[in-house]
């Protein structure tokens, strides 16, 4: 890839990786969470540096964010080098905790499920999934992209065992909360719902709230906008 001598500096030192996050506001996390994805992508193509502006045209962001983001995280580049694609994803990852092992359980087997347990991309930022749990009996035992699918009555009991931290949920709005509650109840720590609505847990648990419809209609928006 081309290289943009006059854009990428070896960053200095400074904070460590948790005063690092505690920084780094939400937007800066979810651009750093894509830097991630395609720096691995390169890193399977064989390509072993990069640059602000070829990588920003990867996530459809300028240079400059591209830079202040890193510059954020203590960036690691060289001025008519680039950025080593390896050294940078691995700061990115200790950054945003993915050297961590995460235990996540999935609650709802539905199409949405399905596709989520068959996802690969998980393993490589650090999650494994732990148990599918679905009401549906018929469901009750089969195996889905590796995970075991059990009923909802054992939700408990792996939780208590397994002591996930995590929780997706792709369950109907009207059975998000009580299952929120019991997750949270559980010991989780962190829910990622796809449920069409928004949830409220603890102070304690943190929470995203995905909207896939409400995503559909603000790209609407854009698009008669523009």
């Given at each position: 890839?081309?290289?943009?001598?006059?854009?990428?500096?070896?960053g200095t030192d400074g904070p460590?990786?948790?005063?690092?996050?505690?920084?780094?506001?939400?937007?800066?996390?979810?651009?750093?969470?894509?830097?991630?994805?395609?720096?691995?992508?390169?890193?399977?193509?064989?390509?072993?540096?990069?640059?602000?502006?070829?990588?920003?045209?990867?996530?459809?962001?300028?240079?400059?964010?591209?830079?202040?983001?890193?510059?954020?995280?203590?960036?690691?580049?060289?001025?008519?080098?680039?950025?080593?694609?390896?050294?940078?994803?691995?700061?990115?990852?200790?950054?945003?905790?993915?050297?961590?092992?995460?235990?996540?359980?999935?609650?709802?087997?539905?199409?949405?499920?399905?596709?989520?347990?068959?996802?690969?991309?998980?393993?490589?930022?650090?999650?494994?999934?732990?148990?599918?749990?679905?009401?549906?009996?018929a469901k009750h035992g089969s195996?889905?992209?590796?995970?075991?699918?059990?009923?909802?009555?054992?939700?408990?009991?792996?939780?208590?065992?397994?002591?996930?931290?995590?929780?997706?949920?792709?369950?109907?709005?009207?059975?998000?909360?009580?299952?929120?509650?019991?997750?949270?109840?559980?010991?989780?720590?962190?829910?990622?719902?796809?449920?069409?609505?928004?949830?409220?847990?603890?102070?304690?648990?943190?929470?995203?709230?995905?909207?896939?419809?409400?995503?559909?209609?603000?790209?609407?928006?854009?698009?008669?906008?523009?």
């Open positions: 890839m081309g290289v943009n001598k006059d854009i990428d500096v070896e460590d990786g948790d005063d690092r996050r505690a920084e780094l506001s939400t937007p800066a996390v979810g651009r750093l969470s894509l830097y991630y994805r395609e720096l691995h992508r390169l890193l399977d193509s064989g390509e072993t540096s990069t640059n602000s502006r070829d990588l920003g045209a990867m996530v459809n962001v300028s240079p400059a964010v591209v830079r202040r983001d890193l510059s954020s995280i203590g960036s690691i580049g060289r001025r008519g080098v680039g950025y080593d694609v390896a050294i940078l994803a691995d700061r990115i990852g200790v950054v945003l905790g993915s050297g961590v092992h995460w235990k996540a359980v999935l609650i709802g087997v539905g199409s949405l499920g399905n596709a989520l347990l068959r996802y690969r991309g998980f393993e490589r930022l650090g999650f494994s999934l732990a148990a599918a749990f679905d009401t549906d009996p195996e889905v992209g590796g995970t075991t699918v059990r009923s909802l009555d054992d939700l408990e009991d792996v939780l208590a065992s397994a002591k996930p931290e995590l929780a997706i949920l792709a369950v109907p709005s009207e059975q998000a909360s009580q299952v929120a509650t019991r997750v949270v109840a559980g010991g989780i720590q962190g829910i990622l719902n796809f449920a069409p609505t928004t949830l409220r847990v603890p102070a304690g648990t943190a929470i995203i709230n995905v909207d896939l419809a409400s995503e559909l209609q603000q790209l609407a928006f854009r698009i008669q906008n523009r």
